[in-house]
């Protein structure tokens, strides 16, 4: 079966969907694609379903080999046919010799390709998503085939305009106080909540080190718990981690509370030095915020 | 038992704040309890909680903490023992760190042998890589402090110790653990937390 031939991997292209569920007790972490927003609409385009699509932050370039529809969604990589410019957040016909890349970031981290019934790979633990440091899971590598079946029906949808983001260098994340939000004392929340933090170098799948004022915790260590996506984690240098889709599966640092799902789709599109505040949301506002978007993708 | 909010989709239970078997006992019935609740995505069972991720289109947070206190209360009626005894035939002569191990506790390697092969060791916690299980309790006599930097590499397979703790690595990976032995056992999907596992030497 032919697909895709990888002719450079880029700077680190892997294989995602929407994450994995029901394995945590063994010590395997969700994983799955950073930003939710753009992936799902990556398989709305083409109307997927239960598929999976290649994460790409740079870099990435493919050989057609099979003619088939393809949709991308996300980070602006300046995305090219045959070296041609092309629009993003909508599908495209390629055929069989056509050159895709993605050779320049120009906004955002994170794109996705998604393939007309997605790629031919065997699911791991129920799940396509990909975690490096699990061995579970597909990295895309030089000379790869990434399979698929190929269609003669093209097909042309494109998202709305108002639909689709502009990513910018700052935004707000919506905490939910819970675990041990207690153990920060009043005059230590309003630092947390008054400053902004930085994003540092140290940021991946599997979180990111802020930049900021330092917040104590009255606690030092706690005994290790499960840690939920979204997690704010000081640890003693009161420097907050946000802990996103590869976190560990348990942890044992004092945690404030958690940021919104939506808003850690979004932060998945900033890099080093872009700048994040964080605010307070309740339950009921963030429950209603999340059914709406998964009602909506 | 209380409950916490985490997140839209998540709550966390929390027995008393205590690394015991009594407290691990309790977590482990309610952990294979949940196990069969429709619409629980997720359970991240650790020594004394038990992080629950469910489906938002199913439940809201109070209607999902009823329907796990009704499903407790069930468990009541229950007096099976779910324990399982993981056996882990293990090889004390591939080794690193043994000797210090018997030198820091002033034994005989002989004696550090014997010690952890005679304990019954319970799973607390699974994490750090996929089916690394943090096994105690380690007897006092040969608890010994991590290393002072960690390896490199530690291959798949080492017995390990580490102050009252004692673990396999399922897989290559650095660590800092002092490695006493070797096992060729390689069933780490079959470790939850609560299970019974004893060091067997070859």
């Known amino acids: 079966m032919k697909g895709f ?9 892997s294989i995602q969907d929407q994450g994995r569920n029901g394995y945590k007790h063994l010590g395997i972490t969700q994983s799955g694609a950073m930003d939710e927003y753009a992936y799902l609409w990556s398989q709305k385009l083409l109307n997927n379903q239960n598929s999976n699509a290649i994460e790409i932050m740079v870099g990435l370039k493919l050989e057609v ?5 393809i949709a991308i969604c996300g980070a602006d990589l300046t995305f090219k046919i045959n070296d041609i410019p092309q629009a993003i957040w909508q599908t495209h016909y390629v055929q069989k010799g ?5 050779p320049q970031r120009i906004s955002g ?5 998604a ?8 699911k791991k633990y129920g799940s396509y998503a990909t975690t490096l440091r699990e061995k579970i899971g597909h990295k895309i590598q030089k000379n790869n085939i990434l399979k698929y079946k190929s269609t003669t029906k093209i097909e042309t949808k494109r998202l709305k305009k108002e639909f689709i983001p502009n990513y910018h260098n700052t935004l707000n994340l919506r905490l939910l106080p819970s675990y041990q939000n207690n153990c920060f004392t009043k005059k230590e929340q309003e630092k947390f909540f008054n400053n902004e933090y930085e994003i540092t170098l140290e940021n991946n799948r599997m979180g990111a080190k802020l930049k900021g004022l330092a917040i104590r915790s009255s606690k030092g260590g706690i005994v290790s718990e499960g840690i939920a996506f979204g997690s704010v984690q000081i640890p003693q240098d009161g420097q907050p981690i946000l802990l996103l889709k590869e976190r560990q599966t348990i942890g044992g640092y004092s945690k404030i509370g958690t940021v919104l799902a939506l808003d850690c789709f979004k932060f998945a599109q900033l890099a080093v030095g872009d700048t994040v505040q964080f605010e307070k949301i309740t339950l009921e506002v963030a429950r209603e915020k999340m059914l709406k978007f998964y009602t909506n993708n | 038992m209380t409950f916490k909010i985490i997140a839209v989709n998540s709550l966390i239970i929390y027995f008393k704040q205590a690394i015991s078997e009594e407290v691990l006992d309790q977590v482990q019935a309610t952990y294979l309890a949940l196990k069969s609740i429709e619409g629980i995505l997720d359970l991240t069972p650790s020594y004394c909680s038990i992080l629950v991720e469910f489906d938002i289109f199913i439940y809201e947070h109070k209607i999902l903490e009823r329907k796990i206190n009704q499903t407790l ?14 056996k882990i035939p293990t090889n004390y002569k591939k080794n690193l760190d043994l000797e210090h191990v018997a030198k820091h506790n002033n034994l005989s390697i002989e004696e550090v042998i014997n010690i952890h092969t005679q304990t019954t060791y319970r799973v607390y916690a699974i994490g750090f890589m996929l089916g690394f299980a943090y096994l105690a309790t380690v007897d006092n006599k040969i608890a010994t402090p991590r290393l002072e930097s960690p390896r490199k590499k530690v291959p798949k397979g080492s017995v390990a110790l580490a102050d009252l703790q004692t673990a396999i690595y399922p897989q290559d990976s650095a660590g800092g653990w002092n490695i006493i032995g070797h096992t060729e056992f390689d069933n780490f999907h079959t470790f939850e937390v609560g299970d019974r596992v004893q060091f067997e030497r070859l």
């Open chain 1, 5 to 13: 031939k990888v002719l450079s991997a880029g700077i680190f292209s």
């Open chain 1, 65 to 69: 080999q099979l003619n088939t529809n």
């Open chain 1, 98 to 102: 056509d050159i895709l890349s993605f």
């Open chain 1, 109 to 113: 981290q994170r794109a996705y390709l």
């Open chain 1, 115 to 122: 393939v007309k019934e997605g790629f031919n790979i065997q």
């Open chain 2, 73 to 86: 209360r069930g468990l009541a009626l229950t007096d099976e023992n779910p324990n399982k005894l993981i």
